[in-house]
């Protein structure tokens, strides 16, 4: 018996001396005359904050899976409109494009022509002439080139206008970031991971970043080029609203016997697991605008109140309530977040929920979805977005149109021996939930890697890079303008 007691002793000594000790009032080794059942019930929290998140089950949720794989399905074609809407005529010669695979995430078995036939709606190929330069004078042969259809560079057009006409709503969205950040600064290198999910401009770190001045200025660092906070506006450290509770609409307003917690449909949680999320929920209120993450104890719940009141307020500002894990990761030691992040998400199924589709998890907030996985508040700029979506499945349907051509059709029966490469490229990239389209976007910065061209070794372009208004005439002797 001695034995036996000795040994809860140490083993709720061990439990206490990770957790706080405001729990109990003084560690759990003092009182020798409580019943280990007591104990337990008083720690449920303590061994809840230290389970990893591979012991906590997931439990999915079909209707925002299917956001996250949409999301998955666009990330090349969304960083191939970035880089060509990067520059000077909006188009890029191909063999300069197949160097861009480290931003583009495109394995080098994938062929980079079929990814762009995958899309006849939104790229479109042309030849160009080499420059009559004395290097070039060799070769012959035109360069082929990639750039926007036409209905792509106008949605482009109205996306670019109306990102213009509501940048001072981006611009107060840095300002909060930066508001929340523990230095009130950021590196703009940090920022192009979250830029997308925030709908900024491709060339916010020029113009954006410089058009506010009251706001946020750009300074240079030993880390390279941040974003600093200028002036700290009170209307903007307001933490976003909860959602507001329907009434019981009870004859008899009074308590409830048991205290629930409010979570999505289908999801089960064990009862150590609910009354740790009861507890927190009951906890005070952090600010995390106005309470440092220097000022609460590491590992304490106060400190894991405020971190989830971070990760709320950044979702918030996502245009999608949602982002990649990864992307927070970068801003831990900005944002006072615990190195565990993911486990703290998990951890917390009332509030996130976690997308384990694609090779990235993602993270959704749940208040701003209702219950059928639609976004309650919709931004402005999801219109726009939309109308992409509706581009990618016209590209889809031509797609089809052209294979049924090619196979029904006599007269392109002497070119479908030779396009049968093609074809079983393209139906490898069939839009279903399993296409291998979860790794081709990661809002990075531009790396661009020394691989071999897809072309001939000899096609390259010198000037390509240079930013003059030079007069380049296609095949035809027309001259080339940009949208």
Not at 308 to 333: N, P, Q, S, W, Y
Not at 436 to 453: H, K, M
Request: proline share 6%; net charge positive.
């Amino acid at each position: 018996m001695a034995l036996s007691s000795h040994f809860l002793t140490l083993t709720d000594w061990h439990v206490t001396s990770l957790s706080s000790n405001r729990l109990c009032g003084s560690p759990l080794w003092l009182h020798s005359n409580v019943s280990c059942k007591y104990r337990r019930k008083e720690n449920f929290i303590t061994r809840y904050t230290l389970t990893p998140c591979s012991s906590l089950k997931i439990v999915r949720s079909r209707s925002l899976d299917r956001h996250a794989v949409k999301h998955n399905k666009t990330r090349f074609v969304q960083k191939l409109i970035i880089l060509l809407l990067s520059k000077p005529k909006y188009y890029m010669p191909l063999h300069i494009l197949s160097k861009c695979r480290g931003y583009l995430s495109l394995p080098k078995p994938r062929s980079l022509l079929s990814m762009i036939h995958r899309y006849p709606s939104i790229f479109e190929l042309f030849s160009i002439p080499y420059p009559p330069t004395p290097l070039n004078a060799t070769k012959v042969y035109p360069q082929l080139c990639v750039r926007l259809t036409p209905a792509a560079a106008s949605l482009a057009k109205q996306d670019s206008d109306l990102k213009l006409v509501i940048s001072n709503t981006l611009a107060e969205k840095l300002q909060k970031l930066l508001m929340l950040s523990s230095h009130h600064r950021i590196l703009l290198s940090k920022l192009v991971h979250l830029a997308p999910d925030l709908s900024m401009p491709p060339n916010f770190r020029s113009r954006l970043c410089n058009d506010y001045p009251e706001k946020f200025r750009t300074v240079d660092t030993s880390y390279g080029r941040a974003l600093e906070l200028v002036s700290w506006d009170p209307e903007l450290a307001k933490p976003l609203p909860y959602l507001q509770v329907p009434s019981r609409e009870l004859i008899v307003d009074r308590p409830l016997k048991f205290n629930l917690l409010r979570l999505r449909k289908g999801l089960n949680l064990k009862r150590a697991h609910q009354e740790f999320l009861i507890k927190f929920r009951d906890l005070p209120d952090v600010c995390p605008y106005k309470t440092p993450a220097s000022e609460l104890a590491k590992e304490s719940l106060e400190s894991e109140k405020r971190a989830c009141a971070v990760v709320r307020e950044v979702l918030g500002m996502m245009i999608e309530k949602r982002t990649l894990i990864d992307h927070l990761t970068h801003f831990r030691k900005d944002f006072g977040l615990p190195n565990k992040l993911r486990g703290m998400i998990v951890r917390h199924p009332e509030l996130f929920y976690v997308s384990l589709k694609g090779q990235r998890d993602s993270v959704f907030l749940l208040e701003g979805f209702d219950d059928k996985g639609a976004l309650i508040e919709k931004d402005e700029t999801l219109a726009i977005k939309n109308q992409w979506m509706k581009l990618l499945m016209e590209g889809k349907r031509m797609r089809r149109e052209k294979k049924k051509a090619q196979i029904y059709d006599s007269k392109y029966g002497n070119d479908l021996e030779n396009d049968n490469h093609d074809h079983e490229m393209e139906n490898d990239y069939d839009d279903d939930y399993n296409d291998g389209f979860e790794s081709l976007f990661q809002y990075e910065d531009l790396d661009f890697e020394d691989e071999s061209s897809d072309l001939p070794s000899n096609w390259s372009n010198r000037d390509f890079w240079t930013t003059n208004n030079l007069d380049i005439n296609d095949a035809d002797g027309e001259r080339i303008e940009p949208w």
